[in-house]
């Protein structure tokens, strides 16, 4: 106790102190006294409840999808739902939305292989291969490149990819599937690339040092190394890719067209849902027609197509992550 | 230790065929396959260029994109095609009103999800504790932020434009918006106030100061420059936003610049959808939407680099 220095209790500075801290404590305790606590206990009731308005949010959006589904639902029967036939406006309608789904399925899948090689590119060599100073210049480019809104993209696509690829494939329509798809995949390179180059900066540089060190060139350190261990990251990454090329809009509306047909010829135009839901709300669809109520069937479906996918990259991340 | 047994007595035949053992393997693989070595690091090379051009592929479509809108706006974009209203002549159409209303909707956007935003984050960094509520919220947050736009245009038209009967006025796109980029405020938010050292909130509390006192008067302050570069990236993403707007079923065709917030408005991203769609009538229009986005394009810009500026310079180091 000598070293913590304790004053005698007799000597003239020890009754300072005492009086000091009498005096500290006094003013604590009217302190305490003075405040009621009133903030420390209103303050985070009103905090809570903005925090709620986000699930209020989440909840609104399910509820309006799924009250106006069930009146869709009951007006057509699951069958029709699952036919190829779509056509909402004609005196006898039908609401067959294979069609859609086979719109969002290709332009999807087309975007992927355009985004998931070249992004994975730009993750490998911004991340293993490029110095610091080359990193420095691309990396902000290519967060330009994610900053564009879709609208621009959507232009891009109708007026100067379309025209583009006209004179590759003859037989192209005006509005097609082929290009709002590359176009989409390029939109969606920065957020693959960004991803997976976080996932792999994430592995230590002890591992791939090892690598190095056994003599395996830069190549091999990345397809034996880096890549294994990063995977469930890439992985994620590639499917959050995914969710946003489904829920992508203006692209895919303006350079794909609003054809209902069933069809495999991505050369011609076909419609997605999120398409589908544009051209409906932004035409004259009264409220409380059954073309009305499938705008929130698709939307339904579109969500839940999107939830689905998510929770699956979030599982990929968390479940197959690799601790080191 | 030797065959025998004998510890600490190694003879030195021992050594002899310790050091045989040793250099004999080296020596085998010492004659190692040149044209392996040559091949490996030859496609290394040519692995390294591949991956650059990927990189590089996207920063030349974007030059592309930005040299093809820049040239088609030549000639179109001008101080009359910013001043003049709608009109359905080419020659004499401006973006007054979609300017005047994007700057409407921000009016809206900006305060609302500001104070949700933030006051979500705060809840979730300084108040909550590890339970079922914070993790809900938290989940719920990361699920939002993934929801496809043109879903919020269903919510904002089932809700603020039928529901509470506002139609597609500037309140009810400005409230859709809101909700759409809340998560990306709350989130850089939590960033911002996680930023602020663990010291500097125990010495506020060390000098008597409650909860609500060091978060006002210590941790807000200190987060302010995350917070508003957070907020800089949600509203250039709200004006970049078209289809939840589409959706609940913003006209384009205002001739009259909006007043009020109760007014129907148009917006630029809008007003670039359907010149770019009415390019089969007018092809004109091509040119008007590409100044358009010039316009767009050069607003994201600058706000982008205030938020770049605000995020290096006032962001202290601790």
């Known amino acids: 106790m000598k070293a913590l220095g304790v004053i005698h209790p007799n000597s003239d500075r020890s009754g300072e102190m005492k009086m000091e801290s009498n005096n500290v404590r006094e003013i604590i305790q009217q302190n305490i006294r003075k405040k009621n606590h009133f903030s420390d206990k209103l303050m985070p009731k009103i905090f809570l409840f903005m925090a709620l308005i986000s699930v209020v949010t989440t909840f609104g959006i399910v509820y309006t999808l799924i009250f106006d589904s069930i009146k869709f639902f009951s007006q057509v029967p699951i069958s029709e739902v699952f036919s190829t036939k779509l056509s909402p406006l004609s005196k006898n309608p039908s609401f067959g939305f294979l069609p859609l789904l086979n719109g969002t399925f290709f332009t999807t899948i087309i975007a992927m292989l355009v985004a998931v090689p070249i992004g994975m590119g730009a993750a490998i060599y911004l991340s293993q291969f490029a110095s610091e100073q080359i990193r420095k210049i691309l990396k902000p480019v290519l967060e330009v490149l994610a900053g564009i809104p879709t609208i621009v993209y959507g232009f891009f696509a109708y007026s100067f990819v379309t025209p583009l690829l006209m004179k590759l494939i003859p037989s192209l329509g005006a509005k097609n599937v082929l290009s709002p798809g590359i176009v989409m995949g390029i939109m969606i390179i920065p957020m693959v690339a960004s991803l997976s180059e976080d996932a792999m900066n994430a592995v230590p540089e002890i591992m791939k040092e090892g690598a190095m060190g056994l003599g395996s060139t830069k190549l091999e350190t990345t397809t034996k190394v880096i890549i294994p261990a990063s995977i469930s990251g890439i992985v994620a990454s590639v499917v959050l890719a995914i969710s946003r090329a489904i829920g992508e809009t203006m692209i895919v509306t303006i350079a794909s067209g609003s054809a209902k047909n069933f069809t495999f010829d991505i050369t011609q135009s076909m419609q997605t849902m999120t398409a589908y839901i544009v051209e409906f709300t932004s035409g004259d669809a009264g409220s409380g027609t059954v073309g009305y109520y499938s705008l929130y069937a698709v939307g339904l479906i579109l969500f839940i197509f999107t939830l689905i996918i998510n929770l699956i990259a979030q599982y990929i991340a968390r479940k197959y992550r690799e601790e080191y | ?318």
């Open chain 2, 1 to 318: 230790m030797n065959k025998d047994g004998n510890e600490g007595f190694i003879l030195k035949e021992d050594v002899k065929l310790m050091n045989e053992k040793m250099t004999r393997p080296e020596k085998e693989q010492v004659t190692f396959n040149k044209d392996r070595i040559a091949w490996r690091i030859g496609l290394n090379n040519f692995a390294k260029h591949l991956f650059f051009l990927s990189t590089v592929f996207a920063i030349v479509v974007l030059g592309i994109l930005l040299y093809q809108i820049v040239v088609g706006s030549i000639g179109w974009l001008d101080w009359q095609f910013l001043t003049n209203n709608l009109s359905i002549f080419p020659e004499k159409a401006g973006i007054k009103g979609a300017i005047m209303g994007t700057l409407f909707l921000m009016m809206i956007v900006i305060p609302i999800t500001l104070i949700i935003g933030v006051a979500t984050a705060i809840y979730l960094e300084e108040y909550a504790t590890e339970g079922r509520i914070q993790r809900i919220i938290k989940v719920n947050i990361s699920n939002l932020a993934s929801v496809p736009s043109v879903i919020f245009g269903l919510l904002g038209l089932t809700v603020f434009s039928r529901m509470l009967n506002l139609g597609p006025s500037i309140l009810a796109g400005g409230l859709t918006m809101s909700l759409l980029v809340l998560p990306i405020v709350v989130v850089a938010s939590q960033e911002a106030l996680r930023s602020v050292p663990g010291f500097l909130r125990e010495a506020s509390y060390g000098m008597g100061a409650d909860k609500w006192t060091t978060i006002w008067r210590v941790v807000l302050p200190i987060s302010i420059p995350g917070i508003i570069t957070g907020a800089i990236l949600s509203i250039s993403r709200a004006i970049g936003e078209t289809a939840p707007l589409v959706v609940l079923g913003v006209p384009t065709l205002i001739m009259k610049i909006p007043t009020g917030i109760m007014d129907d408005f148009t917006v630029m991203p809008i007003q670039i959808y359907y010149w770019t769609l009415d390019t089969v009538l007018t092809p004109e229009y091509a040119y008007l939407a590409s100044a358009t986005i010039v316009v767009l394009l050069v607003t994201l810009f600058i706000l982008n680099s205030v938020a770049i500026i605000i995020r290096n310079k006032f962001q202290k180091k601790f």
